[in-house]
């Protein structure tokens, strides 16, 4: 059982950049296809991003590509999602997953986190 912790959230104005930090515990990290999700009040948990065991395939929702770059270090069991050029309608509550399954809703991810907060002024 893998147990994720985020940080790194905080309050940007629009334009701005933050890092974001998913840390697990648990020797079978590099094992598993890892993402990122976010949801913003009122709205259903969204798919942002995700990347393969080994980092080297990476996918990403249409709303963020080419803004979000999502890595890892399998050595530090860190997922990390760099945000650039952040917008207002980007303000949600950031959660990482561990991917369990084939497709990239949010059925197909598990073992979720608690969540850090990205706030994007305008």
């Known amino acids: 059982q893998v147990q994720l912790v985020e940080s790194g959230g905080g309050l940007v104005q629009a334009g701005g950049s933050l890092r974001l930090s998913c840390a697990a515990s648990?020797?079978?990290?590099?094992?598993?296809?890892m993402g990122w999700f976010r949801q913003a009040p009122g709205k259903e948990r969204e798919f942002v991003a995700a990347?393969?065991?080994?980092?080297?395939?990476?996918y990403y929702a249409d709303a963020v590509k080419g803004r979000f770059t999502i890595s890892r270090d399998n050595a530090k069991n860190t997922v990390y999602l760099q945000m650039n050029s952040l917008k207002p309608e980007d303000t949600a509550n950031y959660h990482c997953?561990?991917?369990?399954?084939?497709?990239?809703?949010?059925?197909?991810?598990?073992?979720w986190g608690q969540g850090t907060q990205v706030t994007v002024s305008s």
């Open positions: 990347i393969t065991w080994s980092g080297g395939i990476t």
């Open positions: 997953a561990v991917k369990l399954g084939p497709g990239y809703g949010k059925g197909d991810f598990g073992s």
């Open positions: 648990g020797r079978t990290f590099s094992s598993y296809a």
